[in-house]
């Protein structure tokens, strides 16, 4: 009588032969992330989430996350490469709120969702989401004194809310030329025939860019147009009342739709 055959046990490879699964995942997890980096600064997409200030912070980043999980796989292979026994690879101990199982899947999920993410400008419905306003933000920094230079034609949307953040008088300037680039925002109890020219203002990130705007007031009769369309408004400041306030106005304008430019924030 045969005894019935037991299931057989699977052999587990000695520690020398086993791949330090850990030591890749953490080479995986650097390099992802620099090449992260890397796609967004090669494809000009950084501008979209970073101030120019902050540019060699990111590229910093990138050139250290590569060199280390370059520098960690290298050493991974190695280790593989060699036959006799050794110790396998591991990563330095440290205190973490999360299991190690858990970070290094976040950490790789979001490298992963970087590489195929697409940054987007932000349009008029952020605008209305963050409020747009007629004065920079407590962020940044208001000079007490304020001095233009050159001729009006050359201020920009943000020159010119720094300049009535100064000397809010909106008839000081009336008269002036201006010439400015925006997307159109569609302000709500507006008339028809006026819409908001505006730009987002970045002080260090994306998270806290927030939008500003002038007026423009379209002649009778003349179509209104589309929202999130940009264009570059040329005319003569005016005073009109707004929501009960008086404010600069630009009138008589003469509209040019250009593309989206390659870096749409003002500073």
């Known amino acids: ?14 520690k020398s032969q086993r791949l330090p699964w850990q030591a890749i995942v953490d080479s995986l997890v650097m390099l992802l992330w620099g090449l992260m980096f890397l796609r967004f600064a090669v494809t000009g997409q950084l501008y979209l989430l970073l101030h120019p200030d902050f540019m060699w912070l990111a590229h910093l980043a990138m050139v250290i996350l590569l060199v280390l999980g370059l520098a960690r796989l290298v050493q991974v292979w190695n280790m593989v490469r060699q036959t006799q026994p050794q110790e396998t690879i591991r990563s330095q101990e440290h205190f973490a709120l999360l299991p190690r199982r ?3 899947g976040l950490l790789l999920a979001v490298a992963m969702f970087g590489m195929v993410y697409t940054p987007r400008p932000f349009m008029s419905e952020t605008a209305f989401q963050r409020g747009i306003t007629d004065v920079l933000g407590q962020t940044r920094s208001r000079p007490e004194r304020f001095v233009l230079s050159g001729s009006p034609e050359d201020r920009s949307i943000v020159d010119w809310i720094r300049t009535l953040n100064v000397y809010p008088e909106p008839d000081a300037y009336t008269g002036q030329g201006v010439k400015v680039s925006g997307f159109v925002t569609h302000m709500p109890d507006w008339p028809s025939n006026m819409f908001m020219i505006t730009r987002f203002v970045l002080t260090c990130c994306a998270a806290d860019a927030y939008p500003v705007g002038l007026p423009v007031e379209l002649p009778e009769g003349t179509s209104r147009p589309e929202p999130d369309t940009w264009l570059e408004v040329e005319g003569t400041m005016q005073t009109d009342t707004l929501d009960d306030t008086r404010q600069l106005v630009i009138g008589s304008p003469t509209l040019t739709e250009i593309s989206q430019p390659r870096n749409p924030f003002e500073y």
């Open 1 to 14: 009588m045969t005894s019935p055959s037991l299931p057989r046990r699977r052999r587990r490879l000695p």
């Open 102 to 104: 858990l970070s290094c």
